[in-house]
């Protein structure tokens, strides 16, 4: 539901028309969940995220050198 633009603008490259967003405002208004695919209801956990901690081994120079072992 857009409308290519003439010219970009900037990095914006597609534009609402006031009909597509008379469109957009009857399916909000009307909300139905099996509506042609146009509309649909995610659950809050589609949208969360983890974070995840990873930790990585300390990497150290084992070398067994006559430098070393004095």
């Not at 633009?5 to 028309?17: A, C, D, F, I, T």
């Not at 006031?18 to 399916?27: N, Q, Y």
């Not at 990497?59 to 006559?66: D, V």
Request: no cysteine.
């Amino acid at each position: 539901m857009f409308t290519k633009m003439r010219k970009s603008l900037g990095s914006k490259r597609k534009e609402l028309l006031p009909a597509d967003i008379e469109t957009l405002v009857k399916l909000y208004a009307a909300f139905d969940d099996a509506d042609d695919n146009r509309s649909k209801v995610f659950p809050g956990e589609t949208f969360g995220f983890h974070t995840i901690t990873v930790e990585r081994p300390l990497r150290l120079a084992y070398q067994a050198t006559a430098v070393r072992i004095d």
